[in-house]
């Protein structure tokens, strides 16, 4: 059982754990992560963030992070995986992308939930700017995003 | 004919998201479109002049400079993720 | 801020994880892992479990999960973390444990909260007697709970 | 006088929660008050024969049998932990 959305309207938290529960009755496990947006981008930057935009590619959105739960499936025994993320304007405090897995024990479901988040990081098409009082800018990847991924091929060999 | 999106930087230096295109003679592959394409439009040539990469999709998945390209494609051009 | 609470009564993942969002109000990531009883122990085991209870030693189990928080809080920058451990008679499906972690990046609270569920499963005075038709029976830790303590302290090294 | 208590399956071999012990004479250490609790307890003894260890933890935090005790410490011994 997996769900993936992407959508503008924020989600429930508390709503979506339940949705993973009765989705997963034999469940001993469930793991939630959720990602919100940061007042600021880098520690060393003192302009506040005003607004997030994320733009994504319709379709391969859902198509990309269909393929990262397809390979978490193969890695983790997992009995119900639920992705939310969200697009359009994002002011900080808001939420922006959930990542819940429901598994019968503990380690399938939160190395899942950190393998699916760093993977849809680096391979969703999904891609954020930022408005602050300096100007509109493009974030790019960080390398520790990169990093974070290449760990888990690494730990597949 | 190709259907070719761009999304986010991409997008904002062509001043345009999507557009048609008739398959050029002669190219087969990523590399050939991307040829045609910088010699075509001189704000698409500056892209890939800049720092940052221009990934491609062929049909949502993405491809590199081998992939192939046939008539019908969906084709998009786009920076590095940066989703999450 | 970190809160820690070992009672009888059922918790809420919904409010406890808005709780967390408004304990850090500069999070960008939050983690939350809840443990719910299994209705079997052993995956080679058909007895099916009524009950499970939970005894723990009343104000030591509070000042080991304190312990594990703070080595958590040593390893990682969190920002508020939350710690629910239920004793008492429980059932099937019910949740028994959960962890909490607002963190300004992801990787902080996601190894965190699993930190913290390794350490508090090895190192709080918690037990569990399982009740099933063929009787009572004290659940021993499991190895893998064992090793799954002992990575972090060769993570550490 | 020390505080003893005892829990999971070592209250339920023992059949009670809690005692309370004068200070045996010569015992300063874990392991003195263990072989003191043995020889006085057959049910106590027949617990350090099985295979699931005792712990035992002095003024709430887990001691092994060279830790100190002294008057009015709060001792308990237990299985191994099983929570989470």
């Given amino acids: ?157 | 004919m190709l259907q070719i999106h761009y999304f986010a930087s991409v997008r904002e230096a062509l001043g345009r998201g999507e557009e048609q295109l008739e398959l050029p003679a002669g190219v087969t592959t990523v590399a050939e479109l991307v040829g045609h394409l910088r010699e075509a439009d001189a704000a698409f040539d500056r892209l890939h002049e800049g720092s940052r990469p221009v990934l491609v999709a062929v049909n949502q998945v993405v491809a590199n400079r081998l992939g192939k390209i046939a008539d019908g494609d969906e084709i998009a051009f786009f920076p590095p993720m940066s989703g999450g």
Same sequence: chains 1, 3.
């Fill in chain 1, 1 to 157: 059982m997996q769900r993936i959305s992407v959508q503008s309207e924020d989600f429930d938290v508390g709503a979506e754990y339940r949705r993973l529960c009765s989705d997963a009755p034999g469940a001993g496990a469930v793991a939630t992560f959720c990602g919100l947006v940061r007042d600021y981008h880098d520690a060393g930057s003192s302009d506040a963030v005003r607004e997030l935009q994320l733009e994504h590619y319709p379709g391969m959105t859902e198509r990309c992070i269909g393929e990262c739960l397809r390979q978490a499936q193969q890695r983790w025994k997992l009995l119900a995986v639920r992705v939310i993320h969200r697009v359009g304007s994002l002011r900080p405090g808001e939420q922006i992308v959930f990542v819940g897995v429901a598994s019968h024990h503990r380690a399938d479901a939160l190395q899942a939930a950190s393998f699916i988040m760093d993977s849809l990081k680096s391979e969703a098409p999904l891609w954020k700017k930022q408005c602050s009082s300096s100007g509109e800018e493009w974030i790019d990847i960080r390398d520790s995003d990169r990093e974070a991924l290449s760990r888990w091929s690494a730990a597949a060999e």
